[in-house]
């Protein structure tokens, strides 16, 4: 059952699709499918609307047509599958893409904790998915605090993202990948915690340092729930045995971060049979 449109501070969002696989791996292959259309259906756009994005002279209406696609990626099992299944693309022009994470783990730089090591290991081995920018969070070692680092990732989205989402103004990506967590968590926003209320219309924030984190490590940087909510297209991933409890609490429209978690145009929820 698909809920009701669904709003939050007076936003409302398109209905919920959600998308039944038979196991992990057909989860993972649907998620990589719908990054693959919006990523074709962006790069035909834009060279319809802008056929001479290679000339020099552009004007600043066809400059913004020939933006770059703004995707955020998850970590996590099934995230990571997402990440390295994507790299195998050559077919794409990831030229075209900023990559972002919706989240990182506040540990050394070096450390396999962190997320963005499966997509720098992923541009490492395959030279077409090198060619799309990532967008590294600060690390522990960084001699930063983990508060700086959440602004410094701020100031590199609001400079990189140049679509702004019209009710908050704030950066608006174009695909935003989220696994779900057992307890319904997405990136670093957490129920009952402080990082779910962070951001909010009243004080809106694009990142937020998260302290004291139910998931170890307990430090680390996230999007916020409102940033989460400006991109154009969410894809929840809940495949698996122990995120059962969580989908079916999303359906039932209960306000966890992942129901919460809404895309201005569209929201697909892909997970495993609940029996």
Not at 2 to 17: D, H, I, N, Q
Not at 72 to 97: C, F, K, N, R, Y
Not at 150 to 158: C, I, K, P, R, T
Not at 224 to 233: V, W
Request: hydrophobic fraction near 40%.
């Amino acid at each position: 059952m698909t809920p009701e449109p669904e709003s939050a501070a007076g936003v409302t969002r398109p209905p919920l699709t959600h998308l039944q696989v038979p196991n992990v791996q057909a989860g993972v292959s649907a998620a990589v499918e719908t990054v693959l259309q919006r990523l074709s259906a962006f790069a035909a756009r834009r060279r319809t609307e802008n056929p001479f994005a290679d000339s020099p002279g552009l004007s600043g209406e066809q400059a913004v047509s020939a933006r770059a696609f703004n995707l955020a990626l998850t970590g996590g099992g099934s995230g990571s599958a997402v990440t390295q299944a994507l790299a195998e693309h050559a077919e794409i022009d990831w030229s075209m893409v900023h990559l972002w994470y919706g989240d990182e783990r506040w540990v050394d730089r070096g450390s396999a904790d962190r997320n963005d090591v499966v997509a720098l290991d992923a541009q490492h081995r395959r030279a077409a998915f090198a060619e799309a920018e990532l967008h590294r969070i600060a690390a522990a070692d960084d001699g930063i605090s983990v508060e700086a680092a959440a602004s410094a990732y701020a100031v590199d989205l609001a400079t990189n993202v140049s679509q702004r989402d019209p009710e908050s103004a704030l950066p608006a990506l174009d695909l935003v990948l989220l696994g779900v967590g057992p307890d319904g968590h997405v990136a670093s926003i957490f129920p009952h915690h402080q990082s779910a209320v962070a951001g909010s219309s009243d004080s809106p924030a694009s990142t937020i340092a998260v302290r004291s984190s139910p998931k170890p490590p307990p430090t680390r940087v996230s999007l916020t729930l409102s940033t989460i909510r400006a991109a154009s297209h969410v894809v929840l991933i809940a495949c698996g045995d122990e995120k059962r409890a969580a989908v079916r609490e999303i359906l039932a429209g209960e306000p966890l971060p992942a129901e919460l978690a809404r895309g201005r145009r569209s929201t697909l929820l892909i997970s495993t049979p609940q029996c």
